[in-house]
């Protein structure tokens, strides 16, 4: 079955640390990869993607993930986490053939707390 | 701003009511998404539109709806509601299929 596991539920960091917040996946054949974070009462807002090509991907606000095939991961990375990163992150996976049928399957989602 | 728009942003309603939701995608975004987030179920697909076609179906219960219309806005019909339905409704939309879906604020839904 098609499914999507953040391990850690909640993660607490000191403003100024590294991050690194855990996906693993589950599909048939190497989907689209995505990063979406939601703060509190907000949509989600889309971090980073992977479709192809270089295995490192850069996102928006220092964030960045890197595809590992051979371990069906995809975590994402900040070097230096800020208070306003505070939220919560979810990895979700799509079909990638490049078609019009592209529901997403999304983790549970890892709720980023950060201390000053 | 992603520019996805739903509307209301909150709707508050009785056990056996009927809702309707509303989603207006992206200049231009052909694919329209419906999905439930709940504290128990987590974000969860619903339903996908695609050009006015229903194109994909989710974990959607007989009692919800969608379609989607000429201009594309697209609308989600929940009827007898129950309690378990309280959640964040997101409308997600995105060119074609899977590469990026772009998400509205969502409807926050609470059935009292």
């Known amino acids: 079955a098609q499914s999507v596991t953040q391990p850690d539920i909640h993660i607490t960091v000191s403003e100024g640390a590294s991050l690194e917040l855990r996906c693993n996946y589950s599909y048939g054949a190497t989907p689209y990869l995505f990063w979406y974070v939601q703060s509190p009462g907000q949509g989600l807002q889309l971090l980073l993607k992977?479709?192809?090509?270089?295995?490192l991907v850069q996102g928006i606000k220092g964030f960045e993930a890197e595809f590992k095939r051979s371990q069906s991961s995809f975590n994402l990375r900040k070097p230096s986490v800020h208070w306003s990163d505070a939220a919560e992150y979810f990895c979700a996976v799509g079909p990638n053939y490049g078609g019009s049928q592209g529901n997403l399957i999304f983790g549970k989602g890892t709720k980023l707390s950060v201390k000053p | 701003d992603s520019g996805v728009t739903q509307t209301p942003k909150h709707l508050i309603t009785a056990t056996g009511q009927r809702v309707t939701l509303r989603c207006s995608p992206r200049?231009?975004?052909?694919?329209v998404y419906w999905y439930q987030q709940s504290l128990d179920q987590g974000l969860q697909f619903l339903i996908q539109?695609?050009?006015?076609?229903?194109?994909a179906k989710g974990n959607i219960l007989e009692r919800f709806s969608a379609q989607q219309f000429p201009d594309l806005h697209s609308e989600l019909n929940l009827s007898s509601l129950e309690l378990g339905d309280s959640a964040l409704y997101f409308c997600?939309?995105?060119?074609?299929?899977?590469?990026?879906?772009?998400f509205g604020p969502g409807t926050r839904l609470l059935v009292l």
């Open positions: 200049s231009g975004d052909l694919s």
């Open positions: 997600a939309s995105s060119v074609l299929g899977s590469e990026t879906q772009y």
């Open positions: 539109y695609y050009n006015g076609e229903e194109r």
């Open positions: 992977y479709f192809s090509g270089d295995t």
